[in-house]
């Protein structure tokens, strides 16, 4: 049963770098460094947003309009570190007993 804690850690390790991933890749399609109109571009693209958008859609519908800045991947970023330190830290030490 550790196991399975430790691999919903690294899953949500993962999830961390792929949200960094598209707010970078955002910054990259708004300032015109990478277009989306490259084929391979598009498809990552799409691929990143369906993996986030999901996760990302309720908290930009509770956010105040903050002009032309997006802070919802920080804040679940700290959500997701909430998880793994409180929920995860205290379901691996239970089980570790």
Known sequence: ML????FLDYLLNLYIY??????????????????????????????????????LR?????LPDLGGIDISPIILILIIIFIKSVLLG???DYLAQ
């Open 3 to 6: 196991r399975l804690v430790v």
């Open 18 to 55: 792929i949200i960094i991933a598209m707010a970078i890749m955002s910054w990259l399609v708004a300032f015109n460094v990478i277009n989306l109109h490259n084929n391979l571009v598009r498809s990552i693209w799409f691929g990143v947003n369906a993996l986030t958008e999901p996760a």
């Open 58 to 62: 309720p908290i930009r519908r509770i």
């Open 90 to 92: 205290n379901i691996a």
